[in-house]
C-alpha cells in the first residue's frame, strides 16, 4: 500500500486578491488553510457579506486521502457519526 503525506492545499497565485491573508503559492497544512478559510468567510458576514467559503477551482491539493469518490459519498468521517 503506497504511504500517503498530510493533506495540503495551495492557493493558485491568479486568485491571490480574492483571499487576503492566505499566501498564494505556498503549500499549507490542510487544518491551517481550514482556519484561513473560515475565520475568512466570519469575518465578512460580521460586515454583513454573505461569500461562498472557496471555490475549488483557486486552490491546488496534494497528499492525504483526497476527495471521495461517488460511491463513497455516503461514508462518514467522524468517529461519533452513526
Known amino acids: 500500500m503506497e504511504e500517503v503525506g498530510p493533506r495540503e492545499v495551495r492557493l493558485r497565485k ?7 491573508g ?3 503559492g505556498t503549500w499549507l497544512a490542510s ?3 481550514a482556519e484561513a478559510i473560515v ?3 466570519r469575518e465578512a458576514r460580521h460586515h454583513g457579506k454573505h461569500i461562498r467559503t472557496f471555490d475549488p477551482r483557486h486552490f491546488e491539493f496534494r497528499g492525504g486521502a483526497g ?3 461517488a460511491g463513497e459519498q455516503h461514508l ?4 461519533d457519526d452513526r
Open 14 to 20: 491568479e486568485f491571490a486578491k480574492r483571499y487576503p
Open 22 to 24: 492566505i499566501p498564494a
Open 31 to 33: 487544518s491551517r488553510w
Open 39 to 41: 475565520l475568512r468567510a
Open 67 to 69: 476527495p471521495r469518490g
Open 76 to 79: 462518514r468521517t467522524r468517529a
